[in-house]
């Protein structure tokens, strides 16, 4: 005869309840467009190591946000990034960078002996749907030179693409075709 206690009980009992949390939301990856090959651009450096991306707050939490037409910034219903943005956002910058330039590219920390030929830092202001239609991504990016190439620089940066709708599949590819374009102006820096 089996007998049931109360611990078996409330195992049965959470089991359920626990299952129909996890429905409730989707999470997404911080991706870009695949590349087409043979699309490289020649750089004056061969090595480059990307540092940490630096987001802003917004940019930085687990929720995808929107920015509405009052200004404020809300979540798209329970959608959520599949990973820390910050990580996401480096790890797709260099693998662009690498795959759309000449220079082998790599984020921090370098991983081989000798070291790069160039640094890059980039500090992202925003990064951001709005309902308007256009995903925006505004910042700085620094180039230093290890090996005497490229010429030393601090520049501002825009890239603004356009969002089919406000739904956070669209947003996440917005996202990834304004993470390409950055792509490409930070390739102009390393010329």
């Known amino acids: 005869m089996t007998q049931v206690t109360w611990r078996s009980t409330l195992i049965a009992i959470a089991l359920p309840l626990a299952a129909c949390g996890t429905g409730e ?13 043979g699309a490289e651009t020649r750089v004056s450096v061969r090595t480059v190591e990307l540092r940490d991306v630096s987001l802003p707050t917004h940019a930085s939490g687990t929720s995808i946000l929107v920015r509405e037409a009052d200004g404020g910034l809300r979540p798209i219903g329970n959608a959520e990034w599949a990973d820390d943005p910050e990580r996401a956002v480096t790890g797709t910058l260099a693998q662009l960078l690498d795959e759309r330039s000449t220079a082998t590219v790599a984020a921090e920390p370098w991983p081989l002996r000798d070291g790069p030929s160039a640094r890059l830092d980039i500090r992202i202001d925003k990064m951001l749907a709005n309902v308007s239609g256009v995903f925006e991504i505004t910042g700085q ?26 739904s956070a599949t669209a947003v996440t590819e917005a996202q990834g075709r304004a993470l390409a374009a950055l792509s490409d102006d930070l390739i102009g820096l390393l010329r």
């Open 25 to 37: 939301s989707a999470r997404y990856l911080i991706d870009s467009p695949p590349v087409t090959t």
């Open 141 to 166: 990016a620094a180039v230093s030179a290890v090996e005497g190439n490229p010429r030393e620089r601090v520049e501002r940066f825009r890239v603004a693409v356009p969002i089919t709708e406000i």
